[in-house]
């Protein structure tokens, strides 16, 4: 099989309710949907989807990587990954999301030429995954109210952002806690927004509750401080920005400055480079955990995929389409019940795209 082009297609996606993190309100997302084709009648979906203040990219840097690279990639047999994935980093640094894109494109062709769905071909542990969801920054009455309605929906996990105020954060998770039930887990994305000493003594008020995670409390910069946090508080600390490859993660869980990684695929380069970080962690003996920027169905049936066929992903962060309203050309990939998102048996990514 052949590589015969490479297409880009933007999409722009409207949320259902703005998302409040530290970097801003977010009302629509847009992203890149890449389709590689070959000189077979196959085809492979992939989704770039930039977030610019972790992987640096836009949709026009993504276009035009894309115009950089697909000339070394024609003609290139898509079904050896580790070969393109080669050729992409000799060609250029960087541009993670979209060379995840095409990461994925190339895992929906490898599933489709196999003619089996891709959480078999990558191991095959489950073919279902539990998810959080993420409760943004508001008003406290308003994140306990979103936070009982999600319970109500039957999820039993909760990730609270927090990190733009402190005395707002306790009060908010303070209220959280009260308000549900005691089954509910809760876990807290400080997305880069404390220092060390905040982050210990905030984690320390809330000792022997259901707040049972503390997620990325300082900027991906410090490279120093999380082992000490880690071995200051009771909860778990996860690490986000602060890795972003198998390179990254093995220098966290050398300090043992981790106790769970949190893989994006945006941030790993794909499929390819998350069972990479996963195969790291799980030899240092650290769990990791699958989140996502603002993907799609589309890429998050692919992290689905990855964290389904792998017993080591202990932990699903993979809400960002239930916040869209999805358009009808897209759809596929799983099927989604409380927070259970169970896999398709239809080959690749499963994913049925108009593009
Ligand atoms: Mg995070």
Request: net charge negative; charged share 25%; hydrophobic share 40%.
């Amino acid at each position: 099989m052949k590589i015969t082009d490479i297409l880009a297609k933007e999409a722009t996606i409207m949320l259902t309710e703005p998302l409040k993190v530290t970097f801003g309100d977010i009302k629509e997302v847009k992203t890149l949907f890449i389709k590689i084709e070959t000189d077979t009648d196959l085809v492979g979906f992939g989704e770039s989807c930039p977030f610019e203040p972790v992987t640096g990219e836009t949709l026009s840097t993504e276009q035009k990587a894309l115009e950089f690279l697909s000339p070394a990639l024609y003609g290139q047999d898509p079904l050896q990954i580790e070969k393109i994935h080669n050729i992409m980093d000799d060609q250029i640094v960087g541009h993670t999301a979209l060379k995840a894109g095409i990461d994925l494109a190339l895992y929906d062709l490898l599933g489709k030429q196999a003619n089996l769905p891709l959480y078999k071909l990558l191991g095959g542990a489950s073919n279902q995954v539990t998810t959080d969801i993420t409760i943004s920054i508001n008003p406290v009455d308003k994140m306990v109210s979103d936070a009982q309605k999600y319970v109500a929906q039957g999820f039993s996990e909760l990730k609270i952002k927090a990190g733009l105020d402190n005395t707002h954060d306790e009060k908010a998770i303070a209220a959280i806690l009260e308000a549900v039930d005691d089954d509910t887990v809760v876990k807290l994305d400080a997305n880069q927004g404390w220092t060390s000493k905040q982050a210990v003594r905030f984690m320390n008020r809330f000792n022997n509750t259901k707040l049972e995670m503390l997620e990325q409390p300082l900027p991906y910069t410090n490279t120093s401080d999380n082992a000490l946090i880690r071995q200051n508080i009771s909860q778990d600390l996860i690490l986000d920005e602060s890795v972003h490859d198998a390179h990254d993660a093995f220098s966290v869980l050398q300090n043992r400055a981790a106790d769970v990684v949190n893989i994006k695929l945006m941030k790993s380069k794909g499929i390819f480079g998350a069972e990479q970080i996963n195969r790291v962690a799980e030899a240092a003996g650290v769990a990791c955990m699958i989140g996502c920027m603002a993907e799609t169905r589309l890429g998050i049936a692919a992290a689905v995929h990855f964290a389904a066929a792998h017993k080591n992903v202990h932990y699903c962060d993979l809400d960002s389409f239930m916040m869209f309203k999805e358009p009808d050309w897209l759809s596929g990939g799983f099927e989604q019940n409380g927070d259970v998102l169970t896999l398709t048996e239809a080959p690749g990514l499963g994913i049925n795209l108009e593009f």
